[in-house]
């Protein structure tokens, strides 16, 4: 039986205009998370609304797609 095909994945990241970085918000699970799964989810991570500032943040489109590195590694 031929193993599950993963699916391309459509991610947001919140862009800080001036840098060109991608911005995290901070999580319950204590790390900053940066992939969210809508624009508007995106623009709500910061508790302190931040990131609704458009003229400072951009929201960016992402497809996430895996590659066969190695078939079969020892």
Request: glycine share 0%.
């Given at each position: 039986m031929k193993p599950k095909e993963w699916r391309p994945v459509t991610i947001y990241r919140v862009i800080d205009r001036h840098t060109g970085e991608a911005q995290g918000a901070y999580s319950?699970?204590?790390?900053?998370?940066?992939?969210?799964e809508s624009p508007e989810q995106a623009r709500a991570a910061n508790v302190h609304d931040i990131f609704q500032d458009r003229a400072r943040f951009a929201i960016a489109k992402y497809r996430v797609t895996y590659e066969l590195l190695d078939a079969?590694?020892?």
């Open positions: 319950r699970a204590y790390c900053d998370e940066y992939d969210f079969d590694v020892p």
